[in-house]
């Protein structure tokens, strides 16, 4: 058994899917994992491979041009969930695409595809979960925003703010994963690592505005006390998201 390694980046992977596509050895014989690999198993051999722009993009190009547009919109969704075996699951999708073109998404009852389709749906719930529940807090000139996703949706998410608030300065920060998407005014908003240093300064900053206690006002206030029912509020709102969310605190 060949198990190829790489890092959670989607350029990785694709780099990783690239690689073990070009290989020739039997596709029951190759399996493709997420790194850190904690133990390795015996008689497999383990290789790494390093991300590679060039290689990404032309695994990008094939799927969008040889499957379909939608079944790369798929491979990035499921590529951004926390399941641990998502890179493999991309490699066995992609294998059968490019053998059936682009009917592949339509062919629900082949495990490769349900498998994509189940991971992909999660991130997707996940980054509309995040268009309603995420909650800014003016600092300065900047709003701040602080989500912990479970999924890699934070890209997902602020394409939605990008297209609402398009002529403001705003900063959107996973704090499980240390990334934030920036937004400078009028301007397309790009993805960055933080340092730890960067981003306990961005907590203590985003404590509150003139705004958080009239928003919490508002959220008492238009509650109905008789009406309350916390079990439904949990169904639609989870407690995990509540963390950042200001009407909470």
Not at 78 to 105: C, H, N, P, Q, W
Not at 173 to 185: C, Q, S, Y
Not at 195 to 207: C, D, K, P, S, V
Request: aromatic share 12%; charged share 30%.
């Amino acid at each position: 058994m060949i198990v190829y390694t790489c890092g959670e980046s989607f350029e990785e992977m694709l780099t990783c899917v690239y690689e073990a596509l070009q290989s020739r050895a039997a596709r029951d014989q190759v399996r493709l994992q997420l790194e850190p690999v904690w133990q390795q198993e015996m008689f497999c051999e383990y290789m790494h491979v390093d991300g590679d722009n060039v290689r990404a993009k032309q695994m990008a190009r094939a799927i969008r041009e040889k499957i379909s547009y939608e079944a790369y919109r798929q491979v990035y969704l499921a590529a951004m969930s926390y399941k641990e075996e998502r890179l493999d699951a991309i490699y066995r999708f992609l294998d059968l695409g490019f053998s059936v073109g682009s009917a592949l998404t339509d062919m629900l009852a082949r495990p490769e595809v349900a498998w994509i389709l189940e991971l992909s749906r999660k991130s997707a719930n996940e980054a509309s979960y995040f268009r309603e529940f995420t909650r800014f807090v003016q600092v300065g000139k900047v709003y701040v925003a602080h989500i912990e996703p479970k999924c890699n949706v934070t890209a997902v998410s602020a394409e939605h703010f990008a297209d609402r608030m398009p002529s403001e300065y705003w900063i959107m920060l996973d704090d499980r994963r240390g990334i934030a998407a920036v937004h400078p005014k009028d301007r397309p908003f790009y993805m960055t690592v933080l340092t730890e240093r960067e981003q306990n300064a961005l907590r203590e900053m985003a404590r509150g505005d003139i705004y958080t206690d009239l928003w919490k006002e508002f959220f008492r206030s238009t509650g109905i006390e008789k009406r309350k029912n916390e079990k439904c509020q949990r169904g639609h709102m989870p407690l995990w998201y509540r963390k950042h969310a200001t009407e909470f605190h």
